[in-house]
Structure formats: C-alpha cells, structure tokens
C-alpha cells in the first residue's frame, strides 16, 4: 500500500489490471480520469470506458474531460492536490501545466522497451517486426512522445506464434506489478531515474487499416508477423474473388509457389504460396460471415487448388 493520494488516468481494458492492482492494495486513489464515453456497435449506443466501469464498482470519483488540457480541468486536478498521477493507456497527451502539478511526478505505464517502440501501438509493431523479446517500462513524463525518464523495466521473451491478444494480456498483467514495484521504491526514495537513449528509439505509431492488406509477394514469417500484430484489430486481410478474406491465425510452411496461390485447401489444410515459403490458413472470416477454423470454414466455402488470392482490398462491408 502506498499513502500518496494518486489520481489514475486510463482508458482501454490494458489500463484495468493496474489500476485494479491500487485498488487491492489500499492506495490512496482520490480520482479516476478517462475519457468521454462513446458510441458503439450498431445502435451507435453510448458505452463507457472499461476503466470507467471499474472505478465506479469501486466508489471511486470519476472525471471524463473532453480536454485534458481545458484550464478549468486542471484547476480540477490541482484542487485534488494529488501526490502522484499514475497513467496507463489514457488516450490524450497531457500538457505540461498537467503534468508539474504532482510532487513525484506523472508515472507511464508503457509497453515496450523503451526507448524502443515509442508511440501508439508498441505491442502491435513489436510484433509485426518480428521481435523475440519485449517488456514493460515505467518512466516520469515529460512533454514529449514517451520520452521521460525511465525508472523500471521489465523483459519477457516473445513466442514466434504468440498473437497480440495474448501479449495485450500478459502485459497488462506484467504492467500492473511493475507500477506497483515502481510507486513503493519511489516511496522508499529508492529509485533513480535513467535518461533514454534517443539513438535508440523507433516509432510505433497508430495502426491504419490498410495496414492489414496483405502482399503475398513478401515471405511468409512477414505475413505471419503481420497476421499476428493485426489480430484483434484490423485484421490481416486479403481477397478471394471479390470477397474480402480476413485472416487471424496462421502456420509457417515449407510449401512452394507463385505467390498468394492455394497449394492445399482440403482435409483440414488451407496452404498458399508466398514469395518464399507459405502460411497454412488456421483461422478465417469472410465479410459478414462467422470467424471460422479452417476445416469449418472448407466444409462452407470450397477452394480449389490454384485460386488466387489478391494483394488488394476492395470495398468491405462492416465484419
């Protein structure tokens, strides 16, 4: 348990295991800050943030600024005298007049490695280019794109077949107990902040939808990475015929071939050629249709041997 009166600042379901992780341990959490709710799904109907639901199952003050940066919102948050604003997947850059207002500073949670993979989507990137380790780091913001100084980092191998749902939660775990460790060693003035090596840095920024098209003219641990990155959102996708294909899981072959060709589509085995090597298809969805295994998804929709599969992606309906 830690006394400082903290304000926790989170959006998305990866911000929940942290701030359920102050919560268990008896912090001092005078505010939750997240942002606006917002319209999903097909009735377009207004839904909170997961961080929001949490902190309201457990009594705790929430605030949803459209702005962080809105004077009389950080008039707020000075009058809350806060000692230390924990933030994890908030979702807005916090201006600096935000940002000087706790004593021991505004502490990111953030997945990577830093100074590698700053930006937006560092678990999807880190994936997609094929990395074999990751890890957590907690650093003091500044000003600057997840440039603050670091204070813990924790490392983890990355299986060559594990996907980004599955890292998403490992991390958030791994980010929960690091934060932990980070506010107690800062309290036990413990800690000593390390500067970033900027030389060391790479970018990951926000993921687009065309990042999902898939060239069948790369090799196939490419496509394999881009299938994994990409699982959860937008998806790896590509074409067959005039339907859009997306693709969520997949195996590395040996197979042979002219690029984005069916080698096998029978018995359970959805093989293609790529530029070198090829991916057997494990899970699919066609647009407007169920996400199916691939022997499910043969019984439904036969593919012949020699189908191509297209690099472009036409107009596709909502999945």
């Known amino acids: 348990m830690?006394?400082?009166?903290?304000?926790?600042?989170?959006?998305?379901?990866?911000?929940c295991p942290t701030l359920q992780k102050l919560i268990e341990r008896g912090d001092n959490i005078v505010a939750v800050v997240t942002q606006p709710d917002r319209p999903k799904g097909r009735g377009q109907k207004l839904m909170p943030p997961p961080v929001k639901e949490l902190a309201e199952k457990n009594n705790i003050q929430v605030y949803q600024p459209l702005k962080v940066r809105d004077p009389a919102f950080v008039e707020i948050i000075r009058d809350l005298k806060p000692d230390v604003i924990v933030v994890v997947a908030f979702g807005q850059i916090l201006p600096k007049t935000l940002l000087d207002i706790p004593p021991h500073g505004c502490i990111n949670v953030h997945?990577?490695?830093?100074?590698?993979?700053?930006?937006?989507?560092?678990?999807?990137?880190?994936?997609?280019?094929?990395?074999?380790?990751?890890?957590?780091?907690t650093m003091?913001?500044?000003?600057?794109?997840?440039?603050?100084?670091?204070?813990?980092?924790?490392?983890?191998?990355?299986?060559?077949?594990?996907?980004?749902?599955?890292?998403?939660d490992r991390m958030s775990s791994m980010?929960?107990?690091?934060?932990?460790?980070?506010?107690d060693r800062l309290?036990?003035?413990?800690?000593?902040?390390?500067?970033?090596?900027?030389?060391?840095s790479c970018y990951a920024p926000m993921l687009k939808k065309e990042d999902g098209i898939i060239n069948w003219h790369s090799d196939a641990n490419k496509i394999h990475n881009q299938v994994r990155g990409l699982a959860v959102?937008?998806?790896?996708?590509?074409?067959?015929?005039?339907?859009?294909?997306?693709i969520f899981r997949t195996r590395k072959g040996n197979g042979s071939g002219i690029p984005g060709t069916v080698l096998q589509a029978a018995k359970g085995s959805f093989e293609v050629a790529c530029q070198k090597g090829s991916l057997f298809l494990q899970e699919l969805q066609l647009s407007g249709k169920k996400r199916l295994d691939c022997s499910s998804f043969l019984a439904g929709y036969p593919v012949s041997v020699g189908t191509a599969l297209g690099s472009e992606q036409p107009?596709?309906?909502?999945?």
Not at 175 to 183: E, R, V
């Open 175 to 183: 980010g929960a107990d690091l934060l932990a460790a980070t506010l």
């Open 233 to 246: 959102w937008p998806g790896a996708c590509t074409t067959i015929g005039d339907q859009v294909l997306k």
């Open 187 to 200: 309290a036990a003035n413990d800690l000593v902040p390390q500067k970033q090596n900027n030389s060391d």
């Open 140 to 168: 003091l913001m500044d000003v600057g794109l997840d440039t603050g100084d670091m204070l813990l980092i924790e490392k983890t191998p990355l299986d060559e077949n594990e996907d980004i749902q599955s890292l998403h």
């Open 111 to 137: 997945a990577s490695l830093l100074p590698r993979y700053r930006g937006a989507a560092p678990l999807n990137w880190c994936i997609i280019n094929g990395e074999t380790e990751t890890g957590v780091t």
């Open 2 to 15: 830690n006394s400082w009166r903290t304000i926790f600042m989170g959006t998305p379901d990866f911000a």
């Open 315 to 319: 107009e596709e309906a909502p999945l």
